[in-house]
């Protein structure tokens, strides 16, 4: 696995919630923006598909515990432009993530669609 695979953040914050990820349901009735995570973990699972991309993670709690966590990013489309594709990571992978977390403390996040190379621009 090379450096520059592991230095790659997704990142999230309202200003790069794209516009479709909200139009077709609300970002705030799901998601908390004002409680940001990060996270890090081995990536177990990808689901490249419409409406959204969803990654899953095996994540360590303090107590070495592994918790999965899932993680909700924007349409595959959006990806793409964004220079992401179902290969750009995968299964074994180590992710670090930084999203809003779900209010009801699911395990979940939204994570916005960064570029490929984890610039936001």
Do not use: C
């Amino acid at each position: 696995m090379s450096p520059r695979l592991l230095t790659r953040l997704l990142l999230v914050s309202a200003a790069f919630i794209t516009p479709a990820a909200s139009s077709h349901h609300s970002f705030t009735a799901q998601y908390d923006a004002d409680s940001p995570v990060s996270l890090s973990g081995y990536l177990i699972k990808m689901d490249w598909r419409n409406p959204h991309v969803y990654f899953f993670l095996e994540v360590e709690t303090e107590d070495g515990d592994i918790e999965e966590w899932a993680f909700e990013m924007g349409s595959p489309i959006a990806m793409e432009r964004n220079g992401w594709t179902r290969n750009s990571v995968g299964v074994g992978d180590i992710l670090e993530v930084e999203g809003s977390l779900a209010p009801d403390s699911g395990r979940r996040l939204f994570v916005g669609s960064s570029r490929e190379d984890g610039s936001s621009d």
